[in-house]
């Protein structure tokens, strides 16, 4: 699920968060060139550097439109911003999942959260 890059130290792993798409996650049918919106999120285990990490949703396709932020969180699952900077980019939506970067510039693993939107 991850790749690690050459300045990894520790990968993040999932610890929690998104469900299967049900009508509980789906948000509207906002009409124009988007025929619904889904919003979810991901807890991750500890980590610090740079990865390539994947999150599977059956929500997601190839052409799908998907936002990701990250933060970092505390001991009860909070986000909050601390000194450590949270950097995601490469966002590359599939079939099924969705892989992206995320930096972690910090010199020990941190657990956070990341948030994600998808637009179909």
């Known amino acids: 699920m991850a790749?690690?890059?050459?300045?990894?130290?520790?990968?993040?792993?999932?610890?929690?968060?998104?469900?299967?798409?049900?009508?509980e996650q789906h948000l509207a049918?906002?009409?124009?060139?988007?025929?619904a919106v889904w919003?979810?999120?991901?807890?991750?285990g500890p980590g610090n550097g740079t990865f390539n990490l994947q999150i599977p949703w059956n929500v997601i396709g190839i052409d799908s439109?998907?936002?990701?932020?990250a933060s970092e969180t505390d001991s009860n699952g909070n986000r909050f911003v601390g000194a450590a900077p949270f950097?995601?980019?490469?966002?590359?939506?599939g079939n099924g999942v969705v892989?992206?970067?995320?930096?972690?510039?910090?010199?020990?693993?941190?657990t956070?959260?990341?948030?994600?939107?998808?637009?179909?």
């Open 39 to 44: 919003r979810g999120w991901v807890m991750w």
């Open 3 to 23: 790749a690690s890059e050459p300045t990894a130290s520790r990968v993040p792993q999932i610890t929690g968060g998104l469900q299967s798409a049900g009508g």
């Open 65 to 69: 439109t998907v936002v990701i932020t």
């Open 99 to 110: 892989t992206f970067k995320i930096s972690i510039g910090w010199n020990s693993p941190l």
């Open 112 to 120: 956070m959260r990341t948030d994600i939107l998808v637009l179909n």
């Open 29 to 35: 049918d906002v009409g124009g060139n988007v025929g």
């Open 87 to 93: 950097q995601v980019s490469s966002i590359a939506p």
